[in-house]
């Protein structure tokens, strides 16, 4: 089994390159991604808004809107079949079967006029070969999954009459009805209270675990990061620029981008503790600087981190950097906390 694993990733993106062609300018959204997903595995994309997370993971099935966006190289290996180079009609057999998608927000996928036990039914029926009793059968079992409390009457309820927490539980109803192996979880507990929030993180862990699926979950949060995922991969100007296991990165990583968005958590017990921001701003993906492109908000830079491609490379342990000078295990920024003492 585990073998099994480790030889066939559900998913196997590699050099993925999308662009926005905008005017004269080609805006480099996802520059070179490397990404893996085993079966019943979590993996979480982190980074800032704008810095290509979601559309790295619309480029996956191909949701990214076309024009201005264009796929311009790379390999999306699906059970090892790439779905780059896949016909619509294949994506679409794919799409919201093999492969689903749980979204930010729930009122801007579920349709308001049609009743949410109506919609499983037809995501349902769309894929398999059921009539409609034992189709809507299967969606009262998997509202119940999803713990909605009365299930067979909110079957009949539409979108607006449910709470932000029970519109996202429809949704992953929905996105479990055909049994994917591959989850895609765009920021889904963003709009949600800090309880509901919670309730819905260990909801998606249990069922993933469970049913021995793979998640690619996408967040800016490293409190997120540390209930769900199993490995992490952090996003900047549009490429990987660290990845490795939750434990490390959380404790010791070695980009200092990655250590100044942990800074960024505020940690529980601690009200006197500095919270810290990143200073300054992405560059522009369309004029990208030579070498590092953190470099000029990095307090570690040095006159070669302007220079040439750097390229992702393993650093220690599982972790893999995109860095000249990465930190060392527990090593604090100038100026900032052990990281060592500033977590629990």
């Given at each position: 089994m585990?073998?099994?694993?480790?030889?066939?990733?559900?998913?196997a993106?590699r050099?993925l390159?999308?662009?926005?062609h905008?005017?004269r300018?080609?805006?480099?959204a996802s520059?070179?991604?490397?990404l893996?997903?085993?079966?019943?595995?979590?993996?979480?994309l982190?980074g800032e808004?704008?810095?290509?997370?979601s559309?790295?993971?619309?480029?996956?099935?191909?949701?990214?809107?076309s024009?201005?966006?264009?796929?311009?190289g790379?390999?999306?290996?699906f059970?090892g079949?790439?779905?780059?180079?896949a016909?619509d009609?294949?994506?679409r057999?794919?799409?919201?079967?093999a492969v689903?998608?749980?979204?930010?927000?729930?009122?801007?996928?579920?349709?308001?006029?049609?009743?949410?036990?109506?919609?499983?039914?037809?995501?349902?029926?769309?894929?398999q070969?059921?009539g409609?009793?034992?189709?809507?059968?299967?969606a009262r079992?998997?509202?119940d999954?999803?713990?909605?409390?009365?299930?067979a009457?909110?079957?009949?309820?539409?979108?607006?009459?449910?709470?932000?927490?029970?519109?996202?539980?429809?949704?992953?109803?929905?996105?479990?009805?055909n049994?994917p192996?591959?989850?895609?979880a765009?920021?889904?507990?963003?709009?949600?209270?800090?309880t509901v929030?919670?309730?819905?993180?260990?909801?998606l862990?249990?069922?993933?675990r469970e049913?021995d699926?793979?998640?690619l979950?996408?967040?800016?949060d490293?409190?997120?990061?540390?209930?769900i995922a199993?490995r992490?991969a952090?996003?900047?100007?549009?490429?990987?620029?660290?990845?490795g296991?939750?434990?490390?990165i959380l404790?010791r990583?070695?980009h200092?981008y990655t250590?100044?968005?942990?800074?960024?958590?505020?940690?529980?017990?601690?009200?006197?503790?500095?919270?810290?921001?990143?200073?300054?701003?992405p560059p522009a993906v369309?004029r990208?600087?030579?070498?590092?492109?953190?470099?000029d908000?990095?307090p570690?830079?040095?006159?070669?981190?302007?220079?040439?491609?750097i390229?992702?490379?393993t650093?220690?342990?599982?972790?893999?950097?995109r860095?000249?000078h990465?930190?060392?295990?527990?090593?604090?920024?100038a100026?900032g906390?052990?990281?060592?003492e500033?977590?629990?």
């Open positions: 585990a073998s099994d694993r480790n030889d066939n990733p559900v998913l993106v050099g390159e999308t662009d926005f905008i005017g300018s080609v805006y480099h520059n070179g991604v490397d893996t997903i085993r079966r019943g595995e979590c993996l979480c982190v808004s704008g810095s290509g997370k559309v790295t993971a619309m480029s996956v099935m191909g949701l990214v809107p024009p201005p966006g264009v796929i311009a790379g390999r999306i290996g059970k079949e790439d779905l780059a180079d016909p009609r294949r994506i057999e794919l799409r919201g079967g689903s998608h749980v979204f930010q927000d729930p009122l801007a996928t579920l349709h308001p006029l049609f009743a949410v036990g109506d919609q499983i039914v037809e995501a349902i029926r769309a894929h070969p059921l409609k009793r034992a189709a809507e059968a299967k079992d998997l509202l999954l999803v713990r909605i409390p009365n299930a009457q909110r079957m009949k309820a539409l979108p607006h009459e449910l709470s932000g927490g029970l519109r996202q539980r429809v949704s992953i109803a929905m996105a479990l009805a049994d192996e591959l989850i895609i765009d920021e889904p507990t963003t709009a949600l209270d800090v929030q919670a309730e819905v993180l260990r909801l862990d249990t069922l993933r049913r699926t793979a998640v979950f996408i967040t800016h490293f409190g997120v990061v540390s209930e199993d992490v952090v996003m900047y100007a549009g490429r990987i620029v660290e990845t296991e939750t434990a490390e404790t990583p070695a200092p250590r100044m968005l942990i800074d960024c958590v505020p940690v529980m017990g601690e009200p006197e503790r500095r919270l810290d921001a990143v200073p300054g701003r369309n990208l600087p030579p070498g590092c492109a953190f470099a908000r990095c570690r830079v040095q006159p070669d981190c302007r220079e040439g491609e390229p992702l490379e650093k220690r342990g599982s972790l893999e950097a860095c000249l990465p930190l060392g295990p527990g090593e604090a920024l100026g906390a052990d990281p060592l500033a977590r629990p």
